[in-house]
Every structure is written in structure tokens, then in C-alpha cells.
């Protein structure tokens, strides 16, 4: 009972809110201290396409918990890219390490999924490595499948 | 795809156990709801009590209990226990390996072990026990709703 009570406490105090200029140097740092690499001007051009303009379609979504950011989503609505009728894309999710295993990226991913309702669609899609297990076993605890599209490549000479 | 009795008996056991961590079975409930050899199962389950993904209780009314974590367990680390699972295994079943012909065959059947690998490796036992319970295949019937996991009976 302590334990649930804790975690209803922590869930309480984790707020969901769309990102702003000042959060992208966290998110900047997160990424860092998940991926290793630090990627400072892809981030920001992220927060302009994704946080700054198209705000109906598009969604940068930042997870707070005690004044610290700790996670965060990005996703648009698209249209027939590749035949497919309107759908919600993620392209990005990241919870920090500590903060996984406790239901924050399920927070991040209903409430990107709620966004993505309100443009309209029914069907959300997502693509990451083969060898991501971590985050394919996070999409797959949420529900999600293969779906009816192969994603194909080849090398340039 | 197909899976060695072994490796299903497993699946069957674990997702079984899995579903209360609380309760445990005997073999022989197991065995007779699947339809399979107890004698085999039971073998499965020692195995799988070594690898500590379920304990077993001696005694009047004992079996065996789920001991693994479900968010972290995944039909790999199941899986692996009871059969070679990777995309270069022997080639002792592949006719003509060294000729072009084989090669490019081999090439086409790693990119699909390439996915299956993937899938197995993120699918965990707590996923699988939500498919179990959201049952997906009745969507196509159209009216079934998703069920409650029952008690056990």
C-alpha cells in the first residue's frame, strides 16, 4: 500500500505541458545523458518545427516532475506520406533513466495520443531501430504492432 | 514459423503462471488445459525453475509460481532457454550454402529473422499477458468487448 500510494503521489506530481523555448536546454541535456551524443542544434530546429509553428498538427510535449524536466514526446499528424490516410506520427520519446518503469512515458504517449484525437485520426505510427529493445518493448506495452507498411533502404555508391 | 514443443510448452506455463504471480499450479493443471504431456511439461519446468523464472513448491498443494519480473522477462529470454534462436545458426539444413543461389537466399531469410529476433526481443510477458486480455482477434467478429482476466478456475 505505501508503494501504490508513492506512486499515485509521484504521478500526481508529474505535469504534462507543451514544451517552450526555455526547456530545450534540458532537453538537450537528456538526450545527452540517454543517447551519449549531444545534439544541441537538431534539438532547437526540432523545438521551432514541432514546438513553434503548426500547433494544431504538431506536438512537442515535455513531462515535468518537481520542477525538473524528465521526459519528453514529439509527434505530428500527417497525410498521405506514402499512401497512408492521416496519422499520428511520434518521432521522438525519452524518459529520463531513473524516471523509467514508472509510468511517466505511458503518461507522454496517452497524452500525445490525446492530441493526435483531436486532428482526427485513429491510427498512430512510430519507427525506431531493430535494436532498440528498450523503447520496442515501451511502443509494444503500449499496444502498438507491426503495421502494414516495410520501411526499405540502400546504401548510395 | 515454428516453434519446438519445448519452447511452446514454456510459453504456455510462463504466460500461465504470469497471470497471478500469487497462485501457483500444479504441472498437471497446466498440462490439462493446453493438452500437452505432462511428463514433457513437467521437464520444461524444471528448466525454467533453474533459470528462475518460476519457483516450485514441495508439498501437499505444491507447483509452481511465477518468479520473474514481467515488465523486464521477454519471449527471448524464454525462448532461447529451449532453442537456438539467432539468425546465424548452422547451416546444416541449408542446401547449397556456398553457391551464389544460397547465399542470396540466406540474405533474404536473415532479413526476416532480422524482424522476428526484433519482435521477440521487445515483446515482454507483461505485453503479452495485455494482448491476452484485450484479445485482439475477436476484433474482426466485431461485438466482443475486451474480457477481465477471470479468477482462475
New interface residues.
Partial sequence: MIKAAATVDAEAALRIRPALAADIPSVIALDEEVTGLAKPDYWRDMFERYGARRRKERFFLVAEHQDRLDGFVIGETRAWEFGSPPCGWIFAIQVRPKGR?KGMGTRLFNAICDCFRKTGVVNVRTMLA??N?TI??FF??Q?MV?GPFIELETTLD | MKLQKATSFALFAVLELAADPTHQLAAAEIADKYGISLHHLAKVLRDLARAGIVESARGVGGGYRFAGNP?RL?LMDVMELFEPIDSNRADGDDPRPSTDVGRALRLVLDEID??AL??F????I??ML?IID?RPWTAAVGDQKPRKRAARS
Fill in positions: 518503469l531493430r535494436d529493445t520496442l518493448s509494444r506495452s499496444g507491426a | 515488465k521477454t532480422g524482424h526484433a519482435t526481443r521487445s515483446i515482454t507483461s505485453t495485455k484485450q
